[in-house]
Nanobody, 123 residues
């Protein structure tokens, strides 16, 4: 079982910046891929960015340009930095961990989620 704890959310004025953190309970080198999602009120949870155990990053269109995903293997922590925040960035931001586990017969994928951290962009 992997536990993920997000932090760093809060109330930010438009144009401001935030760095969200996601601390994992195991070494993140064993996690095949970690990602950040967000869910606005009344909307589905959307993927923003992912980072592999090897450090490869990918961004979805909404996250290109203003979002940066990074990690610190020594701290078992993944970060999401968001710049030039807009009111439409208001959402609960979730951390996700994807692991591929071999059970002796098959490779299974296992996903784990954090509890989320609220980001509110408002003046």
């Amino acid at each position: 079982q992997v536990q993920l704890v997000e932090s760093g959310g809060g109330l930010v004025q438009p144009g401001g910046s935030l760095r969200l953190s996601c601390a994992a309970s195991i070494t993140i080198l064993k996690i095949n891929r970690m990602g950040w999602y967000r869910q606005a009120p009344g909307k589905q949870r959307d993927l923003l960015a992912t980072i592999s155990s090897g450090g490869d990053t990918n961004y979805t269109d909404p996250a290109k340009g203003r979002f940066t995903i990074s990690k610190d293997n020594a701290k078992n922590t993944v970060y999401l930095e968001v710049n030039s925040l807009k009111p439409e960035d208001t959402a609960v931001y979730y951390c996700n961990a994807l692991l591929y586990v071999f059970d002796g017969y098959n490779v299974k994928s296992m996903e784990h989620w954090g509890q989320g951290t609220q980001v509110t962009v408002s003046s």
